[in-house]
């Protein structure tokens, strides 16, 4: 497999999400937030918690 990676100046780049392994609601204080569970490579199974309101807006396709 030959991917390429497109690295910034500062050495990072834009990693893409694959897709929403699981969705969470946390209550804070009388306030609820949603929460999904994005995996970022596929590979890896690398995957961090991220407001979904986020996700939704910059990945729409995920949905």
Sequence with gaps: MSDTVQLKDNLTYDAMPVQIADRRIKQLRGK??????????????????????????????LF
């Design 32 to 61: 609820q937030i949603s929460l999904v569970k994005v995996i970022w490579n596929e590979d890896t199974r690398d995957a961090t918690w991220e407001l979904e309101e986020k996700i939704r807006k910059n990945y729409p396709y």
